[in-house]
């Protein structure tokens, strides 16, 4: 288990994580025009593709200087809640896009083949990119950066072990997507997953960044520091193939990583009442889920709410689960969430599923919503 003491966000819906969840909580959307690319519209020739764009963080930028715009934005919220000036006995890990729709391009002879440099460039340049922005007096000792979707399990685990060996006091974890960045969203569409007048059941991208700082619970406490909720249980499944494989969506690994986190569980995720579900307009990802709910109805998580990142923010991937774990610290501060826990998961077009569980520090903060 481990303590959140901070988080931090940056989204289409505000420049913060309290305004962005409150206008998430508020139903309000903002959606634009994207640039390119356009689609073709059987009544009226063509229209822009849209999606959820931060143009007051990211306009004018691409590639690495996007995702480095997002982080460091991401970043600045985050201390608004905790210090970070002085990182001398932090960890810092940063989870970054997969790059799967752009490979699949490459592949198909649509795109010259960079998905190795650029993950090259990501991997050397983008940690240092972010901090020489932020400028702390001591850098952290311990940086890290995982891809994709499920590169959040797998920092959550490392920063565990780190925090357990006593190599740092606490780890800051951030997350960053842009779906919106031209070729990305351009790829989008040459694989058929945007969506536009005739493709109703596709995915609106999004962009956004988000931040949490985590502690073993007994160091938090020991310094007093105020803990925003718990987290648990995080797991991660694959499938032994892709979204453009041609293969069913079974909702195999997405039903063995949920039952693992819940089992994991003091209560075997018995009062399980709230989902924050990775659901995206993509009719592929919902019959993964619909086929995994049927696996595990022994659980009854069909009876819980759900709510969607990507109906709030568009679809963010690397970004969503740290984006839930926002939205549903905030709904604990704010007394709706109208539960005590709450399961996060997710799912990327490359096959991996993830899933965590997020927990209220205390009593106090399981309330009735004020509807």
């Known amino acids: 288990m481990l303590a959140v003491t901070g988080i931090g966000m940056v989204s289409a819906l505000g420049h913060g ?221 694959s499938e032994p193939f892709h979204r453009r494989s041609r293969q069913p969506a079974t909702g195999q690994a997405l039903s063995r990583c949920i039952r693992a986190t819940l089992e994991a569980l003091p209560d075997k995720g018995k009062d399980t009442r709230l989902v924050i579900a990775g659901l995206n307009g993509d009719a592929y990802r919902a019959q993964d889920w619909g086929t995994a709910l049927v696996r595990l109805s022994d659980l009854s998580l069909g009876d819980a709410r759900q709510w969607y990142p990507a109906q709030s923010f568009g679809e963010i991937g690397a970004a969503t689960g740290l984006v839930g774990l926002c939205m549903v610290v905030r709904a604990f501060a704010r007394g709706y969430a109208r539960t005590s826990g709450a399961l996060v998961w997710t799912a990327g077009d490359d096959g991996s599923r993830s899933a965590f569980y997020v927990r209220a520090p205390g009593g106090s903060l399981f309330m009735e919503a004020r509807e």
Do not use: M
């Not at 850098?139 to 780190?162: M, N, S």
């Open 17 to 237: 994580v309290v305004e962005g969840c409150a206008a998430s909580r508020a139903g309000l959307v903002r959606i634009a025009p994207l640039e390119e690319p356009r689609l073709f519209d059987p009544g009226n020739g063509t229209e822009p593709a849209k999606g959820h764009c931060i143009p007051w963080v990211t306009a004018g930028f691409t590639g690495l200087g996007r995702l480095t715009a997002l982080a460091v934005a991401g970043f600045e919220d985050l201390a608004l809640s905790a210090d970070t000036s002085d990182l001398s006995r932090s960890a810092l890990y940063l989870v970054v896009p997969s790059d799967f729709h752009r490979r699949r391009v490459e592949e198909q002879g649509l795109l010259a083949e960079d998905h190795e440099a650029r993950r090259e460039v990501y991997l050397k340049r983008l940690l240092p990119a972010v901090l020489k922005h932020l400028k702390p007096r001591a850098p952290p000792p311990l940086q890290r950066l995982y891809f994709g979707e499920a590169g959040l399990i797998d920092a959550l685990k490392d920063a565990t072990a780190c925090l357990r060996a006593n190599q740092v006091d606490r780890c800051i974890i951030g997350a960053v997507d842009s779906l919106v960045d031209p070729q990305v969203t351009w790829a989008l569409d040459q694989l058929g997953l945007l969506k536009g007048p005739e493709r109703p059941t596709g995915v609106l991208p999004g962009e956004a960044a988000a931040f949490a700082v985590l502690e073993l619970p007994i160091s938090a406490a020991r310094r007093q520091a105020g803990i925003e909720a718990h987290l648990e249980g995080p797991r991660a499944e």
